[in-house]
Structure formats: C-alpha cells, structure tokens
C-alpha cells in the first residue's frame, strides 16, 4: 500500500489506482455519494477475486475500506456497496458496523449463463441470477439523537 498525496486528487476525474489509496487522500466528510462494486471473494475464476485464503481475510479486507469510506462520507451522504448472494449477508452485518443500512437492493438479472455441467458440485444450488446492492447511509444522517453515533463522524444536525 502506497500513500496518495492528496494534492493528486482533481475532482471531477477518473482516477485508476488502488481504492483504499485513494480514500485515504479524501477529506473527511467530502463525498457525497459512493457506489462501489468490490471484489466479491471467489465468484469470478480470477486472481483478483481469489486473493484472500477465507472469508474472514475478505471481511477484514473490506472492513479496512469501510472504515475509510465512513470516514469521508458526508453526514447526509450514501453508500451503494455491492454485494453476491453468497456473502451478502456477511457484508450486510460488516457494513452495519460503519453505517445505517436501510435497505437491500436486488438486481435480478434476466440473461446470463444458464448452461450447468452435468457434475454435482454445480447443481447443489440455485442459479445465482441476482446480485444484492446494500444501501446504507451515515449513522445519525436524519435524527437528532447524536448520542446513536459510533463517532463523532456524522454530524448533519450540527
């Protein structure tokens, strides 16, 4: 992991580097919206989906962004993570840790590969024809109760 000086972030641009780098150089409290589609741990026959030896490392890996986007989020800000159905419920409760999840989007997906080999290990479960969104916001983000918050991060009422 490298450190990004901040005067190299230029708003309105394309930057093509690593995320956590990039959070890293933000401001606090400067984004407004983040939609972010990470890696999603051994779905895609791929080297960058498979570079975490459990679930756990992946979570902890994630957790690290997290923490970075809760940090530059803006207290009336969101957040759309992307999710697979295999771990969509770990990220849920991972990113309730750092937001107020308010929802969970479903992207059913009406085309896509439906050719399984004849093995048994690719008929143990149902087609994965959908992808969840999760959809969270800063905690606090429209109540006056501050005392809610897991830091001082969220202060929209201030």
Sequence with gaps: MYLLPPETIR?????????LALL??????????IATDPPYNGVKDEAWDNQWRDDRAYLDWLSLHLAEMRRVLKPNGSLYLFASPRMAAR???????????LNQI?????????????DKESIRSFLPNTERVIFAEQYGAD???QGALIDGNSTYWN
């Design 11 to 19: 708003p309105n641009t394309i930057h093509q580097l690593d995320a």
């Design 24 to 33: 890293r150089a933000l401001p606090s409290g400067s984004v407004s919206l």
């Design 91 to 101: 990220v849920e409760v991972l990113v309730s840790e750092y937001f107020n999840v």
């Design 143 to 145: 109540s006056p109760y």
């Design 106 to 118: 479903v992207w059913y997906k009406t085309t896509g590969n439906r050719n399984w080999a004849a």
